[in-house]
């Protein structure tokens, strides 16, 4: 079955400094990756999700590359904002499946 | 435009006690989905329904069932509350499944005392 595996629990960062979460999955199928985020007391919506024709989503300064090869849709920032803390999540389909597949997520601090 | 809206918000209840939870979208999405959210564990799928009067069970079906009554709408019962039980409901909905964005509702949170 299909799987992901995201950055443990919490990781802190100073403002300004790059942004990485890792995830990687498992898939019998053809995957199709998405980022969540979540920030306090509001509900997930997504930051950005994988292109079929490998084009690099962008969205809010993030971006992530679908690496097939090593199974892998990391998340980036160049320079991490205060606002950017919040809960992340990576997801997954796949086959044309309705049944998505989420990581346990990774939660972001930025401090000053 | 959408909004999925989730009631109750808050709800508490007691041991044993048959809990409902109700999720209404007007975004005219097929697939609708229920997720329970605890710290550390992530989203973990109970029940989604890829149209009406469809049910699927998820990974975390055990203790709960769900009626698809129409397009709309997707309830998710608590068969048998547990004590101490604390977590947060999510409701989603995508237009079809696969490669499309789901769409999350603000949640409900339960305390089972």
């Known amino acids: 079955g299909d799987s992901v595996t995201q950055t443990e629990g919490l990781v802190t960062l100073t403002e300004g400094l790059p942004v990485m979460l890792n995830c990687t999955y498992q898939s019998t199928y053809s995957p199709f990756l998405f980022w969540y985020v979540q920030h306090l007391n509001e509900a997930p919506k997504l930051l950005l999700k994988s292109f079929t024709d490998n084009k690099r989503p962008e969205h809010q300064g993030f971006h992530a590359t679908l690496h097939k090869s090593s199974s892998s849709f990391h998340l980036q920032k160049s320079s991490a904002q205060l606002s950017d803390s919040a809960l992340y999540y990576c997801a997954l389909t796949s086959g044309g499946n309705y049944k998505p597949t989420f990581g346990k997520g990774t939660s972001l601090v930025v401090h000053p | 435009g959408g909004i999925i809206t989730q009631t109750p918000k808050f709800l508490i209840g007691q041991e044993g006690q048959k809990l409902t939870l109700k999720c209404q979208q007007n975004?005219?999405?097929?697939?609708m989905y229920w997720y329970r959210q605890d710290s550390g564990k992530g989203l973990r799928l109970i029940y989604y329904?890829?149209?009406?009067?469809?049910?699927q069970k998820g990974d975390l079906s055990e203790g709960y069932d769900a009626s698809r009554e129409k397009k709309s709408s997707f309830s998710l019962t608590v068969t048998s509350a547990q004590k101490n039980e604390m977590a947060v409901f999510l409701c989603a909905s995508t237009r079809t499944g696969g490669q499309d964005t789901q769409y999350f509702g603000p949640g409900t949170r339960l305390l089972v005392l």
């Open positions: 975004f005219n999405h097929d697939t």
């Open positions: 329904s890829i149209t009406e009067n469809d049910l």
